[in-house]
């Protein structure tokens, strides 16, 4: 019996430390929460350093993968069936509506968190090492940008499937910038294929997607986000624990524990349950107050005008077009150029930016340090670029994708 209560301990609850050993072993002897380190810095639990938008963002992603599991019970993935099964779910399935809403908008959620997160981490100068031999934070920052291009990818596969006008045509925009990169003939058609399960969108594409959305892309986030938060254990904390040790030195003062760290247990862990309790919150008042979109069911034969790309895809359609230029005969293909060329070398420029920041030791884990003023002021700029674009795209561009003021405009279709 005392051992069986030992396991289910070891398994579910272990916070009840009476003094250091206790505090130090609830951590270590927890199956789920020796992920953390036993001692964590007090200046890596200041919620104005993160904002603890890392945490919010493993939130999301344990409320998705529940929502997305029970879905899987009602969803079927076929071209007769699903939207058929999405309005099931909107008008006879016990809080059906409410179980799509918190998925829906726990995505857009993801998506908005994983950019202020990187933003964050950019400008608090956290990929930098801070003389830490030890540390490879320009490692996890890499993992980071994967992480990134993974969450869009699964809100995108995500989108199709309802199967309804909105879902189909944002997919064949997809699938034609694909279709655009050079040679087309090769290389462009043997992506569309990739992507589509053939030569059009239909049955083979939705299938495709259901398995990348449900099994492929959430088991590799899982095993990476994993990866990525281990490696912060490993990296010796948050880049701004560095600081310590910085300071330590310019004292010539020897490092005490006990003064920079405190336990894990119940201090680091009883936030962390906070955040998850409020960003569950979040996405319980959108999923109450704001409706997922539904709108016709898919139609190939009916283009909608305009058609729109997802909003955070929309600063790609923006370019495709910025980039379509017609000199005489020759027209420059911004289908490639906008649509896969200057994404593909910004999301690159963004992975490899750690290698490219000289700066000193000090400005590691420090907000705005005035040494990486250049860097941050050109990654300021790309990102204003990025929302004005996306913004125009979303209010300024209506039918043919003329511009037009959003108040002369009479419908703004949904982008979510
Ligand atoms: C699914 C996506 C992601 C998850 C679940 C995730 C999770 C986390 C968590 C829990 C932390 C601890 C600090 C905090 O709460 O802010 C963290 C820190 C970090 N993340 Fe992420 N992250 C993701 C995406 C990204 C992206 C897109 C980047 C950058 C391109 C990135 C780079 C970093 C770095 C470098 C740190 C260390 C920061 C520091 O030492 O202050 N992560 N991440």
Request: charged share 15%.
């Amino acid at each position: 019996m005392e051992k069986i209560k030992q396991i289910w301990r070891s398994l579910i609850w272990s916070y009840d430390p009476k003094d250091k050993i206790e505090a130090t072993k609830a951590t270590s002897k927890n199956f789920w929460l020796h992920w953390f380190p036993a001692r964590t810095t007090y200046k890596s639990m200041s919620i104005t350093y993160s904002f603890w938008l890392g945490t919010v963002l493993f939130s999301l992603f344990i409320i998705l993968t529940i929502t997305g599991v029970i879905l899987m019970f009602l969803y079927i993935p076929s071209t007769e069936r699903a939207y058929w099964t999405i309005k099931d779910l909107e008008n006879s399935v016990s809080f059906g509506w409410f179980l799509r809403n918190a998925h829906r908008w726990a995505a857009h959620l993801m998506v908005t968190a994983v950019f202020l997160h990187m933003a964050r981490v950019f400008f608090t100068g956290a990929y930098k090492n801070g003389g830490n031999p030890e540390a490879n934070r320009p490692l996890n920052w890499i993992v980071g940008v994967i992480l990134l291009i993974l969450t869009l990818a699964l809100s995108y596969t995500g989108y199709l499937l309802p199967w309804d006008q909105l879902a189909l045509w944002a997919i064949v925009i997809g699938a034609n910038i694909a279709k655009s990169v050079p040679p087309e003939n090769i290389v462009g058609e043997s992506l569309y294929f990739f992507l589509a399960g053939g030569t059009q969108i239909d049955q083979n594409t939705l299938i495709r997607f259901y398995v990348l959305h449900c099994i492929f892309l959430p088991i590799l986030l899982l095993v990476l986000s994993s990866y990525h938060m281990w490696r912060i254990r490993k990296d010796g904390g948050l880049a701004v624990s560095e600081q310590y040790k910085i300071e330590a030195k310019k004292q010539n003062k020897r490092l005490i524990q006990d003064e920079y760290t405190t336990f894990t247990i119940p201090f680091l862990f009883r936030r962390v349950f906070m955040i998850f309790l409020v960003t569950t919150a979040i996405v319980l008042f959108f999923s109450v107050f704001a409706k997922a979109p539904l709108e016709e069911p898919a139609d190939p034969s009916w283009t909608p005008n305009p058609a729109k790309a997802p909003w955070y895809f929309l600063w790609i359609q923006e370019l495709i077009t910025i980039t379509t230029v017609k000199i005489g005969d020759f027209t420059i293909n911004g289908g490639f150029l906008g649509g896969a060329l200057i994404p593909a070398l910004l999301f690159l420029l963004w992975a490899v930016w750690p290698y490219l920041d000289k700066s000193p030791d000090e400005a590691t884990g420090v907000w705005f340090h005035k040494s990486r003023i250049v860097h941050n002021i050109i990654f300021a700029i790309i990102l204003i670029i990025l929302i004005a674009v996306t913004i125009f795209a979303m209010y300024f561009r209506g039918p043919y994708w003329q511009v037009y003021w959003p108040w002369r405009w009479p419908e703004i279709p949904h982008m979510f």
